[in-house]
């Protein structure tokens, strides 16, 4: 709470600790990056995560890089990056992500970088899609294209967080239309998001390639709760 107060009145300070930033700092702090609490799951291919979609899905490989808890560092930054407006702090922490999984080629070797669709409504009122800017920082480290237009969201969903596992999966299900599904013919497809719960999103956008030949999909987010 402090440290939202301090930004709110004091732009130079770090939204993840409230700390005034260093000389050569901008946008999150080097002590708040340097101690973001590393999941290290791309090391496992039974993660988690990827454990998450087995038998639900066909996917190659799945991650978070980054663990998320309540009132910490990364909660901080992501409500900053979701509900007040500061995207860059959404190239910022997809910069990391890039760190992270840059030696797991499951994921740095992907042909298209797909960041899961906001509807038009929310993206309205938020500006911007906040995986999309996370997506677009990894590109700018691995230089592999973003193509945010081609999965649409088709049905404006109702939030997430008081939904039981069911009623997330419910909620998201058939909601993403793909357009000129035979361009992804043949590619390995990385789906970006912020967060990964349950997973019933990334469900829902990996039905949308299900009928594409021979696409590869691999699924990596900033963060995932402890498990």
Not at 20 to 48: A, K, V
Not at 176 to 184: G, R
Request: net charge positive; hydrophobic share 40%; glycine share 6%.
């Amino acid at each position: 709470m402090l440290s939202h107060l301090l930004n709110l009145f004091f732009p130079n300070n770090c939204p993840g600790c409230g700390y005034n930033f260093l000389h050569g700092e901008s946008i999150i702090c080097n002590r708040c990056l340097h101690t973001l609490p590393r999941t290290n799951y791309h090391r496992f291919p039974d993660n988690p995560i990827a454990k998450n979609f087995w038998g639900k899905a066909n996917i190659y490989a799945a991650t978070s890089a980054f663990f998320f808890d309540k009132g910490e560092t990364l909660q901080h930054l992501l409500h900053q990056l979701k509900y007040r407006g500061n995207s860059k702090i959404g190239v910022v922490l997809g910069r990391q992500v890039a760190l992270e999984l840059q030696h797991a080629p499951e994921f740095s070797h992907a042909d298209v970088i797909i960041p899961v669709p906001l509807h038009p409504k929310k993206l309205l009122m938020r500006g911007y899609n906040q995986s999309e800017v996370i997506a677009k920082g990894i590109s700018e480290n691995w230089n592999i294209p973003v193509q945010p237009a081609l999965l649409i969201r088709t049905k404006h969903t109702q939030t997430q967080t008081h939904k039981s596992r069911f009623q997330r999966f419910e909620n998201v299900k058939d909601v993403f239309h793909l357009q000129d599904k035979q361009s992804y013919a043949g590619k390995h497809i990385l789906i970006i998001d912020d967060v990964i719960t349950t997973g019933s999103t990334i469900l829902s956008c990996a039905q949308a390639f299900a009928e594409v030949p021979h696409c590869k999909i691999s699924v990596a987010s900033v963060a995932a709760a402890h498990h």
